[in-house]
């Protein structure tokens, strides 16, 4: 029996009434581009992350470029990143013109080492973008508190993170503002791109809502130059049905975590440490081994597909290339070692039993 990385045909094929249902209703409406589907989407994910305010745009990477130049964020300035993320949230941030300084991640966590952000603050630093990487949140108190004193906003990056909690809190209600991507393999993904700002700030959210529309409040009225990068109706239609799953899914996802760790916790695999202030999304279970090439060619003999994420770090892509000039070799070691193990809702404990037994098979 084949475990696939993650089975998203199986989830939407367990499904598609409710997907189809939705199809049919944005079909016959007539209205495919902000209308009531986006608007309905909107509040409820607001209330679902517990925000006042939530955005719908055209992609996660868009979600966090839209809320950096609504910030006033752009050339000469500096933003710090996580040198171990997904390269989308450095390319928000050049995308305004501005610079991307990265910081180490904790080893431990994987995400951005709050003690080293300090040394990294210029008199041109304007916010901080934390990545909840793998979905598990970020050291949140102490990167808010950093930004306090040095007077920085702070971005949370939550693609990974639908419904995940720090201190009990739902991520996208943690900072100034957060994007949210809706790709696909997210954790609340559509049937193709889409994304989203929430956000408490009032200001803000009026101004994401303009830039996302060609800058206009009034149709033929540009008060400043837009941007047209919107959630359109049918995705957020067809979100609407898989946001009500939602909390269901999560579930499923701490299920198999949870088989996966009692599984593995005496082997020689590195397991993800999960902080007491954080349950994760679980968006990915990422463990470290050492000879991982052959161990995921075992696994894959066995019928278990692996993935890494990532397997070169934004700093070392030509993308990038002479443009930030130290090494970061925390996040080098960690490219170098990481495997993630198949997780996803579709998944039951059965197929993830399984996949521990393949694990420990290829280790012995
Ligand atoms: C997926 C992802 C993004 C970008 O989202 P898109 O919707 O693909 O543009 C940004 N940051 C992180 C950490 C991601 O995983």
Known sequence: MEIPFYDLGKLHK??????ETAFQRV???????LGNEVEAFEAEFADYCGVKHCIGVGSGLSALHLTLVALGIGRGDEVIVPAHTFIATWLAVSETGAKPVPVEPDAATYNINPHLIEDAITPRTKAIIPVHLYGQPADMDAISLLARQHGLKVIEDAAQAHGARY????????ADAAGFSFYPGKNLGALGDGGAVTTQDDTLADRVRHLRNYGSRKKYHHEIRGHNSRL??????LLRVKLKHLERWQARRLAISRVYVQG????????PEVLSSAEPSWHLFVVCCHQRDQFRKKLEVD?????VHYPKPPHLQPAYRGAVPEGFPVTEAIHKTVVSLPMGPAMDDQQAERVVQSCLNALD
């Open 14 to 19: 367990g499904m598609r009434g409710e997907l």
């Open 27 to 33: 079909i016959d409406s007539g209205v495919y581009v």
């Open 167 to 174: 201190k009990g809190k739902r991520t996208g209600g943690l």
């Open 232 to 237: 359109d109706e049918l995705q957020a239609a």
């Open 264 to 271: 593995l916790k005496a082997s020689p695999l590195v397991l």
């Open 303 to 307: 019928g278990i597909q692996t993935a």
